[in-house]
């Protein structure tokens, strides 16, 4: 996932390049099918208990209603609900889902629309699907709130997610990425992926955070041999 536009997409944080790997695995039926027995993918692919039920709400009235910056409704196996907000001037930041698809629609205010290499006006009621790899952005380019809510196909957050501003929203993804340690080193593995679920369900299966963690001290050990190398 990308959020600064001068960043090329191959300039990818450790953590963003796990992101569209897990991502992509979550998406392939065949390897999906070669998975060992008992295991199951982590957040954010993985629907909790009560989000298994079914959802009523007025969704046009709760997307005004929130003044959250994300704030994840509704999560099923297949596909979640986020209501979000964006303050005059913010943006939800230039980002990627590589197997995931998007429809975003306005409640209320305006704003721009970057989708590849488009631009679009967006107004109170206007909508747009915006399909898996697409580069996008969306900037409040009003005077007041813009109101919105998105449904991703699968999911893209963990359930029950609440970012009240995109500052908690962008430290939440980056905080466990420290700056150079990670340069040079190979994409994540589906390999590192099964290891880091094993250490995640053996140490804290009740921290949905914690794989993070697991994958990145794979990426380091992955540096520190490679430096040890040469």
Known sequence: ??????????????????????????????????????????EPFEATAETEDSFFT???????????FRRVEYTGNNMQLVLMTLKPGEEIGEEVHEAVSQFLRIEQGSGELTLGEQTHEMKQ?????????????????GSVDM????????????AGTVHETKEEADAAEDHEVEAGIYEGVEDITISDILEAHDKWQAESPGDSGAIHRFVDDSWAAKRAKKVDVG
């Open 58 to 68: 007025d969704l046009g009235e709760s997307a005004k209603a929130n003044s959250a």
């Open 1 to 42: 996932m990308l959020r600064k536009s001068n960043r090329p997409y191959t300039d990818r944080t450790p953590r963003q390049r796990w992101k569209g790997a897990l991502s992509r695995f979550n998406a392939n039926r065949e390897l999906m099918a070669h998975l060992p027995e008992g295991v199951e993918l982590p």
């Open 125 to 141: 009621e206007s909508a747009v699907v915006v399909p898996e790899g697409t580069i996008h952005n969306l900037v409040n380019t």
């Open 147 to 158: 109101h919105l809510y998105s449904i991703y196909s699968p999911p893209q957050h963990p």
